[in-house]
């Protein structure tokens, strides 16, 4: 079987205080995609007012502002409006996000790898940071 041409992909929805995320976020993002440990195919800024009106604002309007300059996104628009007043509802009120598409490159390689081997992925779960922390935690503090 010939390399995959895309590997899995992962949907953030991400709440920041202002109307974008902050220098360090957007940093480690770039960082993470020059490093080719990443591929960010879609990336939107979605706000939702008070009155839960949604507001979506495209790469291509914000690109130069957060210093994206040399990044293309692969796949722009992979993310669809039925996506984004999906997505959009876990942005609370008065709020803004970002919505991205990102791609994970280790482990296109791997299921490449599975694929030429007979092998096929037939479930992921992806466990948060957050509750993997939690988890890891409690443990801790029991021993």
Do not use: C
Not at 70 to 99: H, M
């Amino acid at each position: 079987m010939a390399e995959l041409e895309y590997g899995p992909v992962d949907i953030y929805v991400v709440s920041f205080e202002g109307d974008r995320p902050d220098d360090a976020t957007l940093s480690a993002l770039g960082e993470l995609m020059l490093g080719d440990e990443i591929r960010l195919l879609d990336l939107l800024i979605v706000a939702r007012g008070d009155d839960g009106t949604v507001t979506v604002r495209e790469y291509e309007e914000f690109r130069d502002d957060f210093g994206f300059t040399i990044v293309e996104l692969e796949a722009s628009g992979v993310i669809g409006d039925e996506d984004i007043d999906e997505l959009a509802e876990a942005i609370p009120p008065g709020t803004a996000g970002a919505v991205m598409a990102i791609e994970l490159l280790w482990a296109k390689r791997l299921a490449t790898a599975f694929a030429a081997s007979g092998g096929e992925v037939l479930q992921v779960e992806r466990i948060p940071a957050t509750v993997v922390n939690e988890v890891f935690a409690a443990a801790a503090n029991v021993e």
